[in-house]
């Protein structure tokens, strides 16, 4: 696998989100020892930045990365976060909370769940409005100092706010959600920057284009579900979703909706179909193509996936491919 640089380390192109095997999706193909396995596997064939959280199972993936780990710490650019609280089954109704206070206790939590010394990148989860910035990135800088963690990131944020905690300390990553459904971090109008479980409604703002920001302050960016949860692999073609699946509720999803962003996942098979590549490989190298800072971390529990989102990075997609897939329709529905 083709590979790209994280503050001064080479690592594969394509990362591992672990949310997905431990919350939030199909829980009845949930497998502690399989998903073990498949991080190990990940690590093998090059795959070093693995992401997870406090809130993916209440603590329950960061336990199972941490198992995953044992033996292999070395080989992996480890990421959680802070800030956010919740995630027990399928109650979406997250809070923020980003006092000083919370910052330093739940590293500490994580660090054991993680069985490691330090986190390698640890991630403001949301901002939490009601305590300001400065606060809580200064705690998290002081975690930083103290060597419980090496470098520090943020998740669905503006450009305003990045560049407001980068000057008290270097941001390191920013990541936030980026698919061809998704493009509120290009600065793409009608986005809505920190959106999400636990999300407070703000002035309707979009985040301007956090990814050229990032490449302009020597940070990564880091697009979650660039798979669209799925939908742009196109094996997702009805609202059918067990009890327990976050997508059950989520406006894009629904009947409706999803027939109509149909029409996204078409322009994605035909430009696969020309590389004899799969609609996922597509979908994630046009995250790539973004910038030689962008790190994707799609997620899956399955190995036969893995394989077909690694294989994204050596995928070429040629600048009409890329204006084709600049022009597919604007997604139904909102993303939360």
């Known amino acids: 696998m083709r590979t790209r640089e994280f503050a001064g380390t080479r690592v594969g192109a394509v990362g591992l989100g672990c949310m997905g095997m431990s919350w939030a ?5 949930r497998d502690d020892d399989a998903s073990v396995e498949l991080i190990r ?10 992401d997870t959280a406090q809130p993916y199972g ?20 480890l990421a959680t976060k802070t800030g956010l609280v919740g995630g027990d089954g399928a109650a979406w109704n997250l809070v923020r909370n980003g006092t000083p206070e919370h910052v330093k206790a739940s590293a500490e939590d994580s660090l054991r769940r993680l069985g490691t010394d330090v986190i390698d990148l640890y991630y403001l989860h949301r901002v939490d409005p009601d305590v300001p910035l400065a606060d809580t990135w200064g705690a998290m800088a002081e975690l930083v100092a103290e060597g419980k963690v090496r470098r520090l990131g943020l998740s669905e944020v503006g450009v305003a706010q990045a560049a407001g905690a980068h000057a008290i300390h270097p ?3 920013v990541q936030s959600e980026l698919s061809l459904w998704t493009r509120d971090a290009l600065g793409a109008p009608g986005g809505a920057a920190g959106m999400g479980p636990g999300h407070t409604a703000g002035t309707g703002e ?24 799925g939908f742009l692999t196109g094996t997702v073609t009805s609202a059918d979703f067990e009890d327990t699946d976050y997508r059950g509720g989520n406006p894009r999803f629904q009947e409706d909706a999803l027939k109509a962003n149909l029409r996204i996942v078409d322009v994605v098979k035909a430009v696969a179909a020309r590389h004899g590549a799969t609609p996922a490989q597509v979908a994630i190298a046009w995250t790539l193509a973004q910038g030689e800072h962008v ?7 399955k190995r036969r996936y893995l394989h ?4 994204a990075a050596d995928l070429d997609l040629t600048e009409a491919d890329l204006a084709e897939l600049d022009d597919v329709p604007a997604a139904v529905g909102g993303r939360y």
């Open 25 to 29: 999706y199909t829980a009845s193909e």
């Open 41 to 50: 596997e990940a690590l093998d064939l090059g795959v070093a930045f693995l």
């Open 58 to 77: 209440d603590g329950h993936n960061e336990a199972l990365v941490g198992r995953a780990l044992r033996g292999r710490r070395d080989e992996a650019v």
């Open 171 to 173: 941001v390191a990553a």
């Open 206 to 229: 979009g985040p301007g284009d956090v990814v050229a920001w990032c490449a302009a302050n020597g940070a990564a960016f880091v697009p979650y579900s660039p798979l669209g949860r």
């Open 295 to 301: 790190i994707p971390i799609p997620g899956t529990k």
């Open 308 to 311: 077909d989102n690694i294989g």
